[in-house]
Nanobody, 125 residues
Framework: QVQLVESGGGLVQAGGSLRLSCAASGRTFSSYTMGWFRQAPGKDREFVAAVIWSGGRTYYADSVKGRFTISRDNAKNTVYLQMNSLKPEDTAVYYC??????????????????WGQGTQVTVSS
């Protein structure tokens, strides 16, 4: 089992940047594929980005490609989401998720077994 704790959210103006972090407990972090999802008020949860266990492959939603970068540091049991050129429509609660499933659709929440509590990101116009 793994526990996930997100941090780094906050209020930023449009065009600004934030870096989210997700710290994981446990000694097998390097075996997990990690994802970021977000949920805006009144909307469904949506996929943002994912990075496989080795860090060798990443996935992004079209809406964030070229602006967001997901990365991981297995030595620190941490996954990051660097968010640049933020837009008001990026406002949401951002959740970190983890899965041990391989060769699955990492863009869907059903693939993930563990979730963090979320961190609020608010982008003002």
């Amino acid at each position: 089992q793994v526990q996930l704790v997100e941090s780094g959210g906050g209020l930023v103006q449009a065009g600004g940047s934030l870096r989210l972090s997700c710290a994981a407990s446990g000694r097998t972090f390097s075996s997990y594929t990690m994802g970021w999802f977000r949920q805006a008020p009144g909307k469904d949860r949506e996929f943002v980005a994912a990075v496989i266990w080795s860090g060798g492959r990443t996935y992004y939603a079209d809406s964030v490609k070229g602006r967001f970068t997901i990365s991981r540091d297995n030595a620190k049991n941490t996954v990051y989401l660097q968010m640049n050129s933020l837009k008001p429509e990026d406002t949401a609660v951002y959740y970190c998720a983890a899965t041990l499933h391989y060769f699955k659709d990492y863009t869907t929440g059903r693939t993930y077994d563990y979730w963090g509590q979320g961190t609020q990101v608010t982008v003002s116009s």
